[in-house]
């Protein structure tokens, strides 16, 4: 974005989807606690502005899958 840095979640797990929906997760009840917004308003703010990745994919059988989610601090600078 512009050089201000993220806020980053994280989930790791044995199901990648899982994983995901939990990274989101931890993403909005950041957004609900720290910025005062609803849950609703969490979720709007994350599918816009928020960035999913998968940082690991599940590789095999011993192997966990990780996944990150990322906010840019610049969404909260006015």
């Known amino acids: 974005m512009d050089g201000m840095g993220f806020y980053v979640t994280s989930a790791a ?3 990648l989807h899982d994983c995901a929906k939990r990274a ?3 993403m909005v009840d950041h957004l609900t606690r720290e910025y005062d917004l609803t849950r609703a308003e ?3 703010l ?3 502005a928020g960035d999913l990745k998968i940082a ?3 590789l095999g059988a011993t ?3 990780n996944v990150t989610f990322h906010m840019p ?3 909260f600078m006015g």
């Open 63 to 65: 192997h966990a899958a």
């Open 42 to 44: 969490a979720y709007m």
């Open 46 to 48: 994350a599918s816009c």
């Open 73 to 75: 601090y610049s969404v």
């Open 24 to 26: 989101v997760r931890h």
């Open 56 to 58: 690991v994919p599940k």
């Open 13 to 15: 797990g044995d199901d």
